[in-house]
């Protein structure tokens, strides 16, 4: 055969021949031949497959078969599609989803999660149609780690199913509705903790059936939840972060395991599985993106300020030449380097299987020591232009002292849905009172604040800064 032929002059003959097979092929050289029409390629590989019987019914293949094709496309290291830590109560399987998708399903159908789209993300929920959501966040941090697990050979649905949930305990008003209310329940012998709370959403306060507690989600979410931190979790130091959720109990595998190789109980250190190690940098990669796309358009700075950084000038050369947005841009450079930096640590430690990666005590999925320092650089200017920006800073104090004023509302006058909380979940009140106010949207939150004549005291709620 004439290596400059094309390929589809040069196989026609050899493809008739294979009956259920496909051919690859690869060029001889990176260094193609000036003709465009007529690329140098060789065959590789003929991949005989096994004939698919005809189908006189349905198409559709039975659960258990498509569950070990979709095990297939997946590195050995990765969370099988059925899971190995089951759920807290044993139930059924589905007909049709694999339990990760049913675990995505409830997990979207919930309340909490539909509550999403009226908290705080950076700028207060309402005072914008365009800048991010809580629940927008959300969706990019769902859609990054999906592509980052696809390509690592990973387990998109549950990478999907933590990033989705990841952020369901915040309170009203972001990271200031979760200082105020940490120091309320301080002031009780407790702690609050968006994290935390996200976990306690899906295992005991939301219900999916009067048969099971909580979501009865499958292990591996809860684990992955149970682990989730990025930069940004600073409601209290990063180290009382880390302490106290490594006091948690591990989600850890039992005889009632499905894998017979995990009879034995197996803690994961706290970085946990390598699909919640992507949620972790997808949620920091969501954020760094879109919070310069939305300082940017909220006119907190310029875009010759931001370029002036060299993680953000790389980014904007990129999208220059392709006529895209910094925010893209970014969010490839990010990814682009996890693949590689990830790919070298899996190598360095050797990992093959998923026992491997629960033995390693730091993360395997992470940036090269270049991006940290070029992503520190850019989380500064973010810092000092976007997040201390006196607006931004203003309205924080306001919702801060919206949630505090509810608290100790509620823990003086408690009303019917505290006491309700309180008996379902046999809480103590300033639980109840955490969890109820916990949960509310911004709007929700100043509204109650209102009807109790709780915002006389607080003065005007800052004024929004025009759209631009």
């Not at 097979?21 to 031949?33: I, Q, Y």
């Not at 990973?154 to 008003?173: K, R, S, T, V, Y």
């Not at 996890?338 to 990666?357: F, G, K, M, P, W």
């Amino acid at each position: 055969m004439a290596a400059t032929r094309s390929v589809a002059t040069d196989v026609s003959a050899i493809a008739e021949g294979v009956i259920g097979g496909a051919l690859l092929f690869a060029p001889f050289s990176c260094r193609p031949d000036k003709r465009k029409e007529n690329y140098p390629y060789k065959i590789i590989s003929v991949l005989t497959l096994k004939p698919q019987k005809r189908y006189t019914g349905s198409l559709m293949l039975p659960l258990k078969e498509r569950l070990q094709q979709a095990n297939t496309l997946l590195a050995p290291y990765a969370v099988p599609h059925q899971g190995t830590l089951g759920r807290t109560v044993k139930e059924p399987e589905d007909e049709t989803r694999f339990p990760f998708q049913r675990d995505r399903d409830r997990i979207i159908h919930t309340q909490a999660f539909r509550r999403l789209k009226g908290k705080t993300q950076v700028f207060v929920a309402g005072g914008s149609d365009h800048v991010r959501t809580r629940l927008t966040h959300t969706m990019e941090v769902a859609q990054i780690s999906r592509d980052i697990a696809r390509t690592l050979g990973l387990n998109e649905d549950l990478a999907e199913c933590i990033a989705l949930a990841h952020d369901l305990g915040h309170p009203p008003f972001g990271h200031a509705g979760e200082e105020a209310l940490n120091a309320f329940m301080e002031q009780h012998g407790e702690h609050f903790e968006h994290n935390e709370q996200s976990l306690r959403i899906v295992t005991v306060l939301e219900e999916h059936s009067k048969l099971t507690p909580g979501l009865n989600l499958d292990r591996e979410i809860l684990e992955g939840l149970q682990k989730h931190s990025t930069p940004f979790d600073t409601s209290t130091t990063t180290n009382e972060i880390i302490a106290r959720r490594q006091a948690l109990p591990a989600w850890s595998a039992s005889s009632q395991g499905k894998d017979g190789s995990w009879k034995e109980n197996l803690r994961f250190s706290f970085h946990a599985l390598l699909e919640a190690q992507v949620v972790n940098l997808a949620d920091e990669i969501a954020y760094t993106a879109h919070d310069c796309d939305d300082g940017i358009g909220s006119q907190m700075f310029a875009f010759a300020e931001i370029t002036a950084i060299p993680l953000a000038k790389k980014a904007a050369d990129r999208a220059a030449a392709r006529g895209t947005k910094l925010r893209g841009a970014l969010i490839h450079l990010l990814v682009s380097d996890l693949y590689a930096a990830t790919e070298q640590e899996l190598d360095t430690h050797a990992i093959r299987t998923l026992r491997e990666v629960a033995a390693v005590p730091g993360p395997l999925v992470r940036f090269s020591p270049a991006m940290d320092l070029d992503l520190q650089a850019l989380h500064d200017f973010l810092w000092q232009r976007l997040y201390l920006h006196p607006h931004v800073l203003a309205c924080n104090a306001y919702g801060q002292s919206i949630v505090t004023a509810l608290c100790r509302q509620y823990a003086s006058h408690p009303s019917d849905k505290i006491l309700a909380l309180m008996q379902k979940n046999s809480s103590l009140l300033p639980e109840a009172v955490k969890d109820y106010v916990s949960g509310m949207t911004d709007a929700f939150a100043l509204k109650q604040a209102q009807e109790l004549k709780l915002t006389a005291a607080l003065g005007a709620a800052p004024a929004a800064p025009e759209e631009p």
